[in-house]
């Protein structure tokens, strides 16, 4: 595709009128060869054009939404992790406890035993 000579392009002091604007050759022969197009050809384009368009943002998308699930699964697990600590710190003071009125318990009948 060939950019248009600067001849061709309008400058800042010109004044340019609605519907008035000078095409470029290439505007100009892509709008011809745009005319001409039948509605197959037309909805080939269209199919192409989209499966350009979701090619080039799938990348993206999944990109967008690894992150977002590795962001949620680490959020998740840390909450996970939090609640199952706390869970087993629970049963592990409940053990102990058991575990040291058990041995208190048993320590003070030995003794009873070895008084009588």
Known sequence: MSLP??????ILLDVIVPGQIPMPA??????????ARTDTEWSSLEHELREAVL???QGRIDGVLEQ????????AAEQAFASLAAELKGHVRDTVRE????????????LRANRN
């Open 5 to 10: 000579s600067r001849d061709e392009l309008p």
């Open 26 to 35: 290439t505007a100009v022969a892509a709008s011809e060869t745009a005319a």
């Open 99 to 110: 575990v040291v009125t058990r041995a208190v318990t048993q320590e003070l009948a030995r």
């Open 68 to 75: 977002q699930l590795h962001e949620s699964l680490t959020q």
């Open 55 to 57: 090619k080039n943002i």
